[in-house]
């Protein structure tokens, strides 16, 4: 069974500037889930999906945060434009279900903002 | 506001050694509580998981132990081995209208061959 697949994996970009992740999850897993992990710390949630709706976005910081999930498979996470407190890992995970018991993560992709 | 704290932050034991790592909740409401491993570049991965209603779990070298009135749990790892370094993360399980995860800030576990 296929994992979560991220792209990129790391990420340079300078401040104001704007960058985009790619996720595709676990094929059948109708919840997805954005999670913001800055370094030693652990992962926040920032957006959650069931399908191709939004359940939980309370995290997500919506003035320069955007995700969107194309026909309830594949998610992008914009983020426009971008701050220097905004390096961090950028997780995506999947479950099967809206349960939340396993998450399945992906490798991630780091992001740097200079 | 964190609502899962999580101790030590890091820790360091000999092969064979136990690993004992301990968080604490406030939130009455989370019923579900699992453990992530996560080594250097790759995602988190579910380690154990624990309901409140259950005081310990076992799965091989990894045990869960829980106290509902306490607001603790911790998770024990017997006879650690070099490949149990990797930083662990306990998380809690909220409900309601949706279900999702909050994290512990980690520990960072390296075991000494």
């Known amino acids: 069974e296929a994992g979560v697949a991220q792209s990129p994996r790391y990420k340079i970009i300078e401040k104001r500037q704007s960058v985009a992740f790619w996720c595709n999850p676990i094929s059948g897993h109708a919840t997805l889930y954005w999670y913001q992990q800055i370094l030693g710390q652990g992962p926040k949630l920032l957006i959650q999906f069931q399908n191709n709706g939004v359940v939980d976005d309370s995290q997500l910081p919506k003035d320069r945060f955007s995700a969107e999930r194309l026909k309830g498979v594949d998610s992008t996470l914009k983020i426009q434009p971008a701050k220097l407190e905004d390096s961090a890992v950028y997780l995506c995970?999947?479950?099967?279900?809206?349960?939340?018991?396993?998450?399945?993560f992906g490798p991630g992709t780091r992001l740097t903002v200079t | 506001q964190q609502q899962v704290k999580q101790s030590p932050q890091s820790l360091i034991v000999q092969k064979g050694g136990i690993s004992i790592i301990n968080c604490a909740y406030e939130n009455t409401a989370f019923d579900y509580f699992p453990w992530y491993q996560q080594f250097p570049g790759k995602g988190p991965a579910l380690l154990i998981a624990i309901r409140p209603d259950v005081s310990e779990k076992k799965e091989g070298r990894f045990t869960i132990s829980f106290n509902k009135s306490a607001k603790q749990f911790s998770l024990h790892i017997m006879d650690s081995q070099p490949g149990d370094s990797a930083t662990y993360f306990c998380a809690a399980r909220s409900g309601g209208s949706n279900y999702k995860l909050t994290f512990g800030k980690g520990t960072l576990l390296t075991v000494n061959p």
């Open positions: 995970a999947s479950s099967l279900g809206a349960l939340a018991y396993e998450q399945y």
